[in-house]
């Protein structure tokens, strides 16, 4: 073989090398549904799959609720666009962070989270909203709902956690979700309360 050839396949192989193989397909390897049978976490694995089912729940309407804020950030309207423009966008950065800290304690307790959007879809207990434009009274109104049902299925889920020893659980759902979702419920509302501007009745 001459020292060109010899140079191309070398050239070649190395080439080969270093380039994806991005052509792959294999089995899961954890099933939906299902949690590590074997977690050193001191929760036992009936427990586990009891929890980590209902909070894929309370995940689908969270992140449900996450893109409704964010179809609401885009398409408020009106003379308080300014401030619920921003005001559902700081909401939406909030559902986010509530969004993954959902999904990883699911996989802290060995279960799978729910992660695409035509499966939230068919999981969350949120209404729909349509894809056009609502107004404002009618997209507060649907947040303030979602909220409800978020709330108040948290608070069950956190003392049932707890009832089940699982504290982890408990005080995510209490700290951060039940709070955050008190909160924007808080700022939100405001925004259906009739006050005079000007003049005081």
Avoid: C
């Amino acid at each position: 073989m001459s020292k060109t050839a010899l140079k191309e396949v070398t050239s070649t192989n190395k080439a080969d090398h270093i380039t994806p193989h991005w052509h792959q397909t294999a089995k899961e390897i954890q099933k939906f549904g299902t949690v590590i049978a074997d977690m050193p976490i001191g929760i036992s694995e009936d427990s586990r799959r009891e929890i980590t089912g209902r909070l894929n729940i309370l995940l689908a309407d969270t992140a449900s609720l996450r893109d409704l804020y964010k179809k609401s950030h885009w398409h408020v309207g009106g003379p308080t666009f300014y401030q619920l423009h921003l005001l559902f966008d700081k909401h939406f950065e909030q559902q986010v962070e509530l969004v993954d800290g959902l999904a990883e304690r699911i996989q802290m307790l060995g279960g799978v989270s729910i992660a695409m959007a035509h499966d939230i879809a068919e999981m969350t207990r949120l209404e729909r909203p349509p894809r056009g434009r609502e107004e404002v009274p009618v997209i507060i109104s649907r947040l303030l709902e979602a909220h409800r049902i978020i709330l108040e299925d948290a608070r069950k889920l956190a003392k049932k956690a707890s009832d089940l020893g699982d504290d982890g659980t408990n005080d995510l759902l209490i700290s951060d979700v039940v709070r955050t979702n008190e909160m924007q419920v808080w700022f939100v509302s405001e925004h259906l309360v009739e006050m005079p501007l000007v003049f005081a009745k």
